[in-house]
């Protein structure tokens, strides 16, 4: 379904635009190449709670940074719609990556669950997404924030189809 309704998108005989899709590929492999990313890959403590509170403690900055990102791209709310989640990941949900992560498969350490707090960052169409994504780079290279990883599904998409880009920030 994925790869139907993705095909779809860039189609021009469809209303899709190839020409944006492929802008937008552009800027997320020079994001890729043109970043130096922070080494940065495990959260400071490998407990449950202090993790927690530490990442609450941190998510008004977190909304900041992300917002003034989002922003300085100049597009509408229609455009690109940012959805921050309404709290940390489930207690139980970060335990379960724990222990999917290592490196002891019986007791969590949750030193490895990077993704604690989120947002979505939905774009209506290839040219915001690269903005969006140029405005991440630039941001980065500016020293205004550090990107510590780039998963990204769009050139190599997950095995159902999926296609997003995942950014690590601190």
């Given at each position: 379904i994925?790869?139907?309704c993705f095909g779809k998108t860039i189609n021009s005989d469809l209303g899709g635009d190839e020409a944006a899709y492929n802008t937008m590929l552009r800027k997320i492999t020079e994001l890729k190449s043109g970043c130096t990313l922070a080494d940065v890959h495990?959260?400071?403590?490998?407990?449950l709670m202090p993790l927690i509170l530490m990442?609450?403690?941190?998510?008004p900055a977190y909304k900041a940074i992300v917002t003034d990102v989002v922003d300085s791209c100049g597009f509408n709310i229609e455009e690109v719609v940012v959805s921050f989640r309404h709290e940390t990941k489930a207690p139980y949900r970060i335990i379960e990556k724990s222990l999917t992560k290592g490196p002891n498969s019986?007791?969590?350490d949750c030193s490895k669950v990077l993704d604690v707090f989120g947002c979505l960052i939905n774009c209506t169409d290839y040219v915001s997404m690269a903005a969006v994504v140029e405005a991440f780079a630039t941001k980065h290279n500016n020293g205004d924030l550090q990107l510590t990883r780039v998963k990204d599904r769009w050139t190599y998409p997950s095995?159902?189809?999926w296609r997003d880009l995942m950014l690590n920030l601190v």
């Open positions: 994925y790869v139907e495990v959260q400071p403590t490998s407990e990442v609450r403690e941190s998510v019986e007791y969590p095995g159902g189809g």
